[in-house]
């Protein structure tokens, strides 16, 4: 269920219907080499969330590209924004989510810039007291030992096999194959020195990939696309159902929350 297409009548019964839970899929605008469009992360992590959707009712928010990529800023099309803007968004967006009877809020990431940021945003979500709950699910496909029935190319980090056959089967109108550059896919490997140490500078992603490209999507079909779209509705409608099932995280919470309101009372 699509929260923009339900009428209010709709929405009210589409908050019972799910155990009041809503998912949020989140995306962002970034180029993904030459032949998928900018908002690739955001076009298959919904159309994803529309798959599980069929599986296992949950109510949808509408298209979130909100979310961090200062390191894509070079090349046209991005769209990135200060840290306070978007953690006081997803914030305000939480809190209306909320308001309107969903108290459980699911946080699914299409992309891997996110990693860092929708988790410590969930963490951040303990400093005040709130009648709803958040879930943090990480791009839900990414199941290693499935993955490797499907997918022919060992190295797929951005713009490969994996997500160019999903927009092969989503929206092949969008995906421009003979543009591909195979050449801008590949590691630079300019920061290898300290790689190879453990050593985390901000910069490595443009070390390694300034084209903002990494993989090989030739070998990417939408028949890929298809089992690729299945496999992670499937997985993503098991954990929806799990989490709509859950009554443990609110209890604990709210048990936290009064505890925090006097620290002392507790000793």
Same mark, same amino acid.
């Given at each position: ?96 989510? /909320? ?7 699911? &946080?699914?990431? *299409? ?5 860092? %940021? $929708? ?100 070998? /990417? ?7 690729? &779209?299945?496999? *992670? ?5 098991? %954990? $929806? ?27």
């Amino acid at each position: 269920m699509l929260w923009e297409e339900l009428t209010a009548a709709e929405f009210k019964e589409a908050v019972a219907k799910t155990a009041e839970t809503c998912m949020i899929p989140m995306g962002i605008m970034e180029k993904h080499g030459d032949h998928l469009p900018l908002g690739t992360d955001l076009i298959n992590i919904r159309a994803l969330a529309v798959a599980a959707s069929s599986l296992e009712d949950v109510v949808i928010f509408p298209p979130f590209y909100f979310g961090q990529i200062c390191e894509a800023q070079h090349v046209p099309g991005t769209l990135s924004f200060d840290a306070q803007f978007l953690l006081n968004t997803l914030r305000t967006v939480c809190h209306e989510i /909320a308001r309107n009877g969903f108290k459980k809020i699911i &946080l699914v990431n *299409g992309h891997g810039g996110n990693t860092f %940021l $929708i988790p410590f945003f969930t963490q951040m979500n303990l400093d005040l007291p709130k009648d709803y709950v958040l879930y943090f699910l990480d791009i839900p496909w990414r199941n290693p030992e499935e993955l490797e029935k499907i997918i022919e190319t060992k190295t797929d980090e951005h713009g490969g096999e994996i997500e160019t056959s999903m927009m092969l089967k989503v929206r092949p109108d969008l995906v421009k194959l003979d543009r591909v550059k195979l050449t801008e896919g590949v590691p630079q490997k300019r920061l290898a020195h300290l790689w190879e140490q453990g050593i985390y500078t901000a910069i490595w992603w443009y070390a390694d990939y300034p084209y903002h490209f990494a993989g090989d999507p030739i070998r /990417a079909t939408p028949e890929k696309g298809a089992k690729l &779209l299945d496999l *992670g509705a499937a997985h993503l409608a098991k %954990l $929806i159902k799990t989490i709509k099932q859950d009554t443990v995280t609110a209890q604990l919470q709210q048990e936290f929350f009064q505890r925090a309101l006097d620290p002392l009372s507790g000793i």
